[in-house]
């Protein structure tokens, strides 16, 4: 029986596609392949529920994405063959927004662009913590597979409070004090009672999760914001400064990044080499070396943010500048008072210090919210494609090549030493120019960004052999990722994980998302 017969009853055929879809849905960055048996566009959880089951009789598979835009893990990929997306971007309704408790309850469908300008039209007391991705991705999406934004609620996992989805026998989940009659509290208080079951939702393919509360913030009083710059020579003791930073002033205003020379000059577009474009090979030292000199990019670029109280913020901002000081090779400090004075006379500034204040304004705009194509300037630097900061950019439409390695480290200089040393071998073996984040939320952990982009006419062989390289030898080295592309779940999620035996208990028909990290 032909998907449009078994389905012809539930949906209307205009929301029921199986040929024609290869662009939207058959293009990604990340060089996998996955064959795709249909797409189902479903508008309630009634029709997600006779979706299931339905799968259910037929031994169908569901995959299902928000927007779609999980780019350098697995924007819209199954993880395996024949799967049906279910694609779940008409549910885009804001449900309830509590200003007084500072939650809002949306489906799976909502935007960052899309929340931003409903908290801007709706008494523009509240922001959320955006991705520097683009405004078309999905909210629910990126909490749920554990992405990070800005601070004060850095990873995005720690913002949910709440969530209802469609179990794989088609059932309702709702936490205990919601089925207790407590919906109220339960928005507010993320721990329920009993077993913490919401989380057995995060990065796995328990449900299909249709709506999330979060918790939001309020807009802030002040910002500051300290740069600094150091070498290879410099950087460990800048960690270890960076360190104590986050002992004496952990608060959830505070975060600390650390961007490397590619990470950088991908980030601001700066233009690729047009002569080596085409070679399936990274830069070398010498092009690398007179890039950074032209561009006036320094080996390591560390941003320390921190929002709240103007008292809060200006203390740490100087105590920052202060003790990083000695160990950087140029130091500035801005809040909200100098922000504002320099963007009155950024007409007057050199295109040195214009370049810089652009790179400020980037980071202002996320501190305050505000959505917008900031990072995606990276997916296009390999290409040698500019990317322009505005509309709906989509980097798997425009066959551009990205690979995120995401490991997790301790706040040590020696772990990081190691980490790095071996991101940096691994993908200079591969021909891929080793782009590095790094970033500290709270805590005692550190959490390194690796960005593989790659030609994707010739190297995308290359660049997954890179990828499951960094992954067998971080692990070696006790990094694990903590997010993952699909291509590589398989080698990573072994029969003995709790993971597996829940799958099989609660998804015995493996209809919902088979291999998503299981």
Known sequence: MSIETIFSKLLDMDRVITDGFEEKYGQGTTGQTVNIKAVLKP????????????????????????????WGYSDHY???????ILDLSLMNKIIEYNPELDYIEL???????????????NGDTHFMSPTGSSPHASIVGNYLERGFGIAPITEHAFAVNRIEAVLPNGEIYKPAMSHLGCDAVDKV???????????????????IVTKMTIELVKKHESFVAVIATTDAQGLPDMLDALRDIRKRWDTKGLSIKIFN??????????????????????????????????????????????????ALTRAIGRNTKKALRPYSQKTAYVDNVLFECAKKVEWAFSKKFKSEFTGLKKVYNLLHGITSNVNLPLAYWREGKQAILSGDLNPSQDACGVIWYAPVTTFNVEDFKALESMFKRICLDHGINPALNITNSSGMSLLLLGGLFFNSENQKEQAQKCYM????????????????????????????????????AIDPNNVISPGHYT
């Open 43 to 70: 508008v309630s959880i009634e029709e997600i529920q006779e979706i299931v089951k339905i799968a259910n009789q037929e031994n169908l598979k569901l995959y299902p994405i928000s927007a779609g835009r999980n």
């Open 78 to 84: 199954p993880v395996e063959h024949d799967n049906i």
């Open 107 to 121: 489906e799976p469908g909502v935007t960052q662009g899309q929340l931003a300008q409903f908290l801007k039209d």
């Open 189 to 207: 208080y993320k721990h329920g009672i009993g077993a913490g079951t919401d989380a057995l939702f995060f990065q796995s393919s328990c449900g």
């Open 261 to 310: 020379e590619f990470y950088v000059m991908g980030g601001i577009d700066v233009a690729y080499p047009p002569d080596v474009l085409s070679k399936p090979e990274a830069l070398s030292e010498k092009a690398v070396k007179a890039m950074r000199e032209k561009n006036n990019v320094y080996p390591y670029s560390v941003l320390v943010t921190c929002t709240g109280p103007k």
């Open 469 to 504: 390289a960094l992954l067998e030898e971080g692990l070696k080295l006790g990094a694990c990722p903590y997010r993952l592309p699909n291509f590589a779940m398989k080698n990573l999620f072994k029969e003995t994980f709790f993971s597996k035996t829940l799958k099989k």
